[in-house]
């Protein structure tokens, strides 16, 4: 091009700084990065001898199609010796003519015309990319296949397999992470491991490299990666990257070998950052750290659902944007490192280029190490690695080689990474911010949009547009607030991020300056969580989707038809008005229009069901707005919708159950923009770590907290209840309890007299094995005459213990099935009550097997119509007598 033309394009009569055109884009390296990957993905989970035939089909059908070139090279090259001929590198020849003599070159390069006059046109001209990516696809079965083969070696998975106990040596290679496992009565953890000794009986031993998942109690929440632990525990077997489950037995772990000293040192930076932002306000101080360095130790269960509501669980995951943001305070701009006027700080002390590049490798490395290998943090390493070298060698940064150039790299380096979700969804945000989003900012800024909103607006709409339909496979979900959440957020990320990683900097020399950079950071912080919460408030926030690729792939369908109405739609204005106020009301979803569209809930119900997966949350209608609700469920953001639905604005008693975390766990969503009078509890605070989670809960709403007392009757309105069960309690083994409790003092809630079963005598005394045990078991009658049973996870001894305390309970309209249905049932207690609506709460596809076929059997057995939140959603009762029915609202959003 000559000058005139770049000037002209340059929109100034003296043209641009850099009046560089920018050509093709270079995709040479994705086709082998894309057979690499998946070929490493086929070969993870297949067999040696599948990988084996898989590997063979592959080269050989690459050297097919390269056979005619190499085989034409090779003459080309005798030839050329025998004339004497000398070739440069790039083809060049001297003291000769090219193959055909006419002084031209084929398509294919070689100068030489294919048997019978064809030539390398068409299709048979990308026969040498399409071998590139078979030998690539080979390398990846051959990394899949030797990881595979490391991970079966040994007798780990024959353990496994037969539930054994083994004695093992084992490296931590992961923080440990909070986990939901039971059994140690508090937290526990995971912990991702390799075994490397397995210690048979008497001297025998066997050497292994066989990756591990180790639960574990509390006190192995502060090793770091690298640390050498003996452990014996019962293994298990296990899906997906590692070859089985340990199940470490309670107390300390015993620590064979110290974690390296880089391990150390960055135990102590991300221990500083923890210590700098302890005093910040909740949120802020339990997300800066997951923010700055991917430590997720504080972050509450409600915030991560509230994250995960709002697809923004990337910036608690250390994306690539946090290694974007220090290499450009570094370099600066990415399209201008190369340029005498390039940004950042290293011009302004004067380092050179490729000092620049080297002390940005240092800094990456760095950053993985300090930010921990996780699939988003190798693969934004990766590409800043291949960028910083493209810097030092002077040429020219391309991204998009870059990303696949990462890609074909970690999926043979870390196999495991191949059918990892987060690496899955780290590429493509990466590959639409480099493809699709540039289109979309140039279209938008056509239409008058300011430019850096435009690059916003399209950075988000294009990453949300590609993973989306991954999500949704793995979720079963779809988040209708993302967007917008995603750009109220991101102004803040990168000043929380610098700030955050100055005081991780600062700490080891100037605690009280760290502090002070902590709380500057806690500002944009708080910011980031405010917009989680808020938008994972809203009734709409997300919409249930099917699971499995087959719903990933209609969503992408569903995404590709949108965009193509979405680029038509400035067309249209009053279209495009009415499909925004369309998308606002599925958001907001005000109860009345809920009510008028989906016809649920049912005028007139009284007791509701909530689906809240695998967990226990009822209402029972208490008056216009107000009901008593009787547990939360396992998170915040289920129950307040299902509250929000059937618009209830006052609960003037909230009752938990038992202390398990999937009755407790969503309480801040019933406190959340409600008002909430009492909460009653039972009088065994067990697990400790929940019971005090409710205490502080209900300290921050002020709302008093109170212990059901045995046999107290209480009524409000029409409503009435009481408690039977349980009696005072107290754990196995330990010495019984002082005298019995008389029945605490709820506001606004009378006594409603004596109760019309025969009394239960002195008082028995439950000795309880576990939580189960001790759950509130209420007996509720309505204004308008319905029964309702609710035992909570009543074992089968609590229930005949139960029966046998109130001989004359008798049939009731509806049960709440204790236990989400689980096999352990009393069949006396369900002859005694014989239910006409047996209610199950439970969450699809949970890995308990609830609910039992046995217990549904028996249920419908003796008359009762069965219906579960799994298949059927939250279930409203509506009616009495001859009128009752249930009303399902279905699985839909």
Not at 61 to 70: K, M, N, S
Not at 94 to 121: C, F, I, K, L, M
Not at 584 to 603: E, F, K, M, S, Y
Request: glycine share 12%.
């Amino acid at each position: 091009m000559i000058r005139p033309d770049v000037h002209a394009e340059a929109g100034h009569r003296l043209g641009a700084a850099n009046p560089f055109r920018e050509g093709p884009t270079d995709l040479r390296l994705v086709g082998p990065a894309l057979g690499a990957w998946a070929g490493t993905a086929a070969a993870v989970n297949a067999s040696a001898d599948v990988a084996g035939w898989g590997m063979v089909l592959c080269l050989a059908v690459a050297g097919v199609l390269v056979a005619p070139t190499a085989g034409r090279a090779l003459a080309r090259w005798l030839a050329d010796v025998k004339a004497g001929v000398r070739r440069e590198p790039d083809g060049a020849e001297y003291g000769g003519q090219d193959g055909d003599g006419d002084g031209e070159v084929n398509a294919d390069g070689d100068g030489v015309t294919e048997p019978g006059g064809r030539s390398d046109q068409g299709i048979w001209r990308y026969r040498g990319a399409v071998a590139a990516v078979l030998v690539c696809a080979a390398a990846g079965i051959v990394a899949g296949g030797l990881h595979a083969a490391e991970a079966r070696r040994g007798p780990l998975p024959a353990l496994a397999a037969e539930y054994r106990y083994a004695t093992v040596e084992l490296v931590v290679r992961a923080d440990p992470r909070a986990t939901r496992s039971p059994g140690w009565g508090g937290p526990s953890f995971a912990v991702d491991a390799e075994v490397e000794r397995v210690l048979g009986p008497g001297s025998g031993t066997a050497l292994v490299r066989t990756p591990v998942l180790v639960i574990a109690p509390a006190s192995w929440q502060g090793l770091l990666p690298s640390t050498r632990v003996r452990v014996t525990g019962r293994l298990a077997p296990a899906d997906g990257a590692v070859a089985a489950v340990l199940k470490a037995p309670g107390g300390p772990p015993r620590v064979t070998g110290a974690p390296t000293a880089v391990q150390r040192l960055a135990g102590g930076l991300r221990s500083g950052l923890r210590t700098a932002s302890g005093g910040l306000a909740p949120d802020a101080r339990a997300l800066l750290p997951g923010l700055v360095v991917g430590d997720t130790s504080r972050v509450t269960p409600e915030l991560k659902a509230a994250f995960e509501a709002t697809d923004l669980t990337h910036l608690m995951a250390v994306s690539g944007s946090n290694l974007a943001i220090m290499l450009a305070l570094l370099v600066g701009a990415p399209g201008r490192a190369l340029l005498a006027e390039r940004g950042g700080l290293a011009p302004r002390l004067g380092i050179s280029l490729r000092a620049t590049a080297l002390l940005g490798g240092a800094l990456t490395l760095a950053f993985v190490v300090v930010c921990r290998p996780e699939p988003s943090v190798l693969r934004a390493a990766a590409c800043g690695l291949v960028a910083l070298l493209a810097i030092a060698t002077g040429r020219r940064r391309s991204l998009i080689p870059a990303l696949a150039a990462a890609v074909l790299l970690l999926v043979l380096y870390a196999p495991e990474l191949a059918r990892s979700y987060g690496f899955l969804l780290s590429v493509l945000a990466t590959g639409a911010l480099l493809t699709i989003a540039p289109g979309w900012a140039a279209a938008l800024r056509r239409r008058g949009v300011p430019d850096r909103l435009a690059e916003v607006l399209a950075a988000a709409g294009a990453a949300q547009a590609v993973c989306a339909p991954v999500v949704a496979v793995f979720a079963e979900r779809v988040s209708l607030v993302a967007v917008p959440c995603n750009l109220l957020a991101e102004p803040a990320v990168a000043l929380a991020t610098v700030a955050g990683f100055a005081a991780l900097a600062t700490a080891p020399i100037a605690m009280p300056a760290a502090k002070f950079l902590a709380w500057c950071a806690g500002w944009p912080t708080g910011w980031i969580a405010s917009v989680a919460r808020t938008g994972a408030a809203l009734p709409g926030a997300q919409s249930q989707w099917p699971g499995g690729w087959r719903g990933g792939l209609l969503l992408a369908l569903v995404t590709g038809v949108a965009v193509f109405i979405a680029r038509r739609l400035p067309r249209y204005p009053w279209a495009a008005a009415a499909l925004a106020l369309l998308v606002l009301l599925a958001v907001v979803r005000p109860a009345p229009l809920t009510r008028l569209v989906t016809g649920w809930p049912p005028p007139g119900w009284s007791y509701a069901m909530c689906d809240v997966g695998q967990g226990d949350a009822t209402v029972i209608a208490a008056g216009a707005g107000s009901a008593v609700v009787v547990d939360t469920g396992p998170e915040p953001l289920a129950v307040d919708r299902c509250l929000h639905e059937l618009g209830v604005k006052r609960v003037p008693l909230l009752l938990l159950t038992h202390f398990h975390a999937d009755h407790v766990g969503g309480l801040t969503g019933v406190l959340r923009g409600r008002s909430v009078g009492v909460i009653q509890t039972t009088g065994f605070a067990e697990p400790p770590d929940q019971a005090a989670f409710v205490r502080r809960a209900a300290a921050v709403g002020d709302v008093p907290v109170v212990t059901a007392g045995y046999g107290e009757r209480r009524a409000l309105g029409g409503l009435s209840w009481e408690v039977l069960w349980p009696p005072p309690t107290r754990r196995a083994g330990l010495p019984g309890p002082g005298p019995v409790p008389g029945p605490s003092p709820l506001p606004g809630l009378v006594p409603d007299g004596p109760s019309p079963l025969p009394g239960p005598g002195p008082g028995p005394v439950l000795v309880a094995d576990g939580p189960n045990d001790a759950s509130v078991t209420l007996l509720v009658h309505t204004a308008a005459g319905l029964t309702l049973l609710l035992p909570g996870d009543l074992e089968p001894p609590s229930q005949q213990a139960l029966l046998r305390g109130n001989p004359g309970l008798g049939r009731v309209d509806v049960l709440k099935v204790a236990h989400h249905g689980s096999a352990h049932q009393e069949p006396a207690l369900l002859r005694a009550v014989r239910p006409r609506l047996a209610l199950i709460s439970v969450g699809r596809g949970n890995r308990y097997g609830h609910p039992a076929p046995g217990t549904v059997a028996v249920l419908r057995a003796r008359g009762a119509a069965v219906l579960r939140t799994d298949v059927d959603g939250a279930i409203a009762v509506t009616g009495v007598g001859e009128s009752l029915r249930a009303v399902p609202r279905g699985r839909g959003p």
